[in-house]
C-alpha cells in the first residue's frame, strides 16, 4: 500500500466533509429556523397559546408566526394547503379526521374544551323541571355558534345525534359574547358554546345567577358516537368555590384543543414544542388532573410517532441533559453514523485492493514495456534506441513507491531490468 501523504489525508477529509454536508442537509436536515402557526381570533383561547409558543421558541433562536384566523376550520383549511406555508395549527378536536386528511398529524391535546349549555329558566317551565338533556331544547330558539367555529362544528353534530333540526327548533347563528347577551335578554331560550371553564367569559356565565348551566345527563352516550369526545364530570363547587357552581353534580361533554402539524415537520421541532406543552399544559386545571395533559387523548387525526415517543418516554437523553441546539447536532451526528459507518467500511476494504491493483498495474506495465525491449533486440533494433527506452523504464522503476512489505517486488523488478541491461550492452 502506498503511504499517506499530507495530501492524500487531505483529499481524504475534503471527500468526508462533503459527504456528512450531503447527508445532514439533505438525509438529515436541521430544525427550520422560522415557523407559522395559525390560532384563532385575538380574543379567543388559541391566539394568546400561539405567542407563547412565539415567546418560547424565540428562546431557541426560531421565529414563530402567529397567524390569527376565524377559527378551526379555516385553521384546518390552511394547514392542508400545500402553497399556505402553514406549519402548525391549533384546533378544536373533531374538526378533521386521519381518514379525509392524511398528509396531517396530530402532535398532542392540551386542555379539554367544555361544551356549556346555559339556558333561561323562564323558557323551560313547561317542563316542571331542569332540562338535562339535548332533546329538551327541542322546538326552542338556540344559539349554536358561528359558521367555522369549533363550537359551531360540534353543536351541529350533537344536535344531529339527537335529532334537533331547522324544523323542529330554531337555530342562531352568534358568537359567545353575543350569544350571552341574547340569552339574558330573553331573545334566546339556550345557548351551547365551547370554552375552557378558566375562560372570563365562561366565568361570568357561571357566575350569573339569572341564568342556569344544564346538566348533560346523557354525556356517556356520546364517545361511542363522536370519538373524539369525553364525558365530564362537574363535582360541586368545582367551577366557582365561593359560590358553589354547580351547586349540585352536573355532566357535560368535551372535546379536546390539539396541535396539529404536517408530516414533514422536523422531530427535533416536535420535541421542543412537546417539552414547551409539558412545561405550560401539564398543571392541574378546573377539570384536568396534574400530568393529565398533554396528552394523546381525544385526537382527530393520527398521532405523530416523534411526538408518541415523547408522550410515552419524556424527552430523549440528548434533549433532556444538553443544551437543544447542542443535542440537535450530535443526534444528526448519531443518526448520520449508522449510514456513514455502512458506506465507509466498505470503502476502508476496497481501498487496499484498489491500491494493491494500481501498484500491480505499474509494475505489469513496465514489464510489458521490458518485454518489448527483448523483442526489439530480438529483431535487432536499434541498440542505442533500446537504450534509452530501458533507461526510461529504469526510472520509472526508482520512482515506484511502495510500503516496506513489497520491497522485495521492486528489487526483483530493478534486478530483471538490471539483467535486459547488461544482455543489451554485451549483445547477442
Do not use: C
Not at 396534574?290 to 440528548?318: C, H, I, Q, T, V
Amino acid at each position: 500500500m502506498s503511504q499517506l501523504t499530507p495530501k492524500k489525508i487531505i483529499i481524504f477529509l475534503i471527500f468526508i466533509s462533503g459527504l456528512v454536508f450531503l447527508i445532514l442537509n439533505f438525509l438529515i436536515p436541521a430544525p427550520p429556523k422560522k415557523l407559522v402557526m395559525v390560532t384563532g381570533s385575538q380574543s379567543g383561547a388559541y391566539y394568546p397559546i400561539g405567542l407563547m409558543f412565539k415567546s418560547e421558541l424565540a428562546r431557541y433562536g426560531i421565529e414563530l408566526n402567529v397567524i390569527e384566523t376565524n377559527g378551526s376550520d379555516e385553521n384546518l383549511s390552511l394547514i392542508r394547503n400545500k402553497d399556505s406555508g402553514v406549519d402548525l395549527a391549533l384546533m378544536q378536536s373533531g374538526t378533521g379526521s386521519a381518514e379525509k386528511y392524511p398528509e396531517l398529524e396530530s402532535l398532542e391535546s392540551l386542555f379539554y374544551e367544555p361544551l356549556w349549555i346555559v339556558f333561561n329558566p323562564s323558557s323551560f317551565k313547561e317542563l316542571g323541571r331542569e332540562p338535562h338533556s339535548v332533546t329538551d331544547l327541542k322546538n326552542k330558539i338556540i344559539s349554536i355558534g358561528t359558521a367555522g367555529s369549533g363550537s359551531y362544528q360540534l353543536n351541529q353534530a350533537v344536535l344531529k345525534i339527537n335529532e334537533l333540526n331547522p324544523i323542529n327548533s330554531t337555530f342562531i347563528e352568534l358568537n359567545s359574547e353575543d350569544s350571552y347577551a341574547a340569552l339574558k335578554e330573553g331573545r334566546v331560550d339556550a345557548m351551547m358554546v365551547v370554552l375552557a371553564p378558566e375562560a372570563e367569559l365562561a366565568q361570568r356565565i357561571f357566575n350569573d345567577s339569572s341564568i342556569q348551566l344544564m346538566s348533560i345527563e346523557q354525556a356517556y352516550g356520546y364517545p361511542g358516537r363522536l370519538s373524539f369526545i369525553k364525558p365530564i364530570t362537574l363535582k360541586p363547587g368545582v367551577l366557582n368555590i365561593v359560590k358553589n357552581v354547580p351547586h349540585k353534580q352536573k355532566m357535560t361533554i368535551a372535546p379536546v384543543a390539539e396541535l396539529v402539524a404536517k408530516k414533514d415537520l422536523n422531530p427535533a421541532t416536535i420535541y421542543l414544542l412537546m417539552s414547551i406543552s409539558k412545561k405550560y399544559f401539564s398543571k392541574p386545571g378546573m377539570i384536568s388532573a396534574e400530568n393529565e395533559f398533554p396528552a394523546n387523548a381525544g385526537l382527530s387525526f393520527n398521532l405523530n410517532e416523534d411526538a408518541d415517543n415523547y408522550l410515552k418516554s419524556g424527552p430523549s437523553f440528548l434533549f433532556q441533559y444538553l443544551p437543544f441546539w447542542v443535542a440537535v447536532w450530535v443526534e444528526r451526528m448519531l443518526k448520520l453514523s449508522l449510514p456513514l459507518i455502512a458506506l465507509l467500511i466498505p470503502l476502508f476494504n476496497l481501498i487496499p485492493s484498489l491500491t494493491d491493483y494500481r501498484k500491480k498495474l505499474k509494475f505489469a506495465n513496465i514489464y510489458r514495456d521490458l518485454k518489448m525491449i527483448e523483442q526489439g533486440m530480438r529483431d535487432h533494433q536499434d541498440r542505442e534506441k533500446l537504450s534509452k527506452q530501458l533507461g526510461d523504464i529504469d526510472q520509472r522503476a526508482r520512482d515506484l513507491k511502495v510500503s516496506d512489505f513489497h520491497t522485495k517486488d521492486i528489487y526483483d523488478l530493478r534486478m530483471h531490468i538490471e539483467s535486459v541491461k547488461n544482455r543489451l550492452m554485451t549483445g547477442p
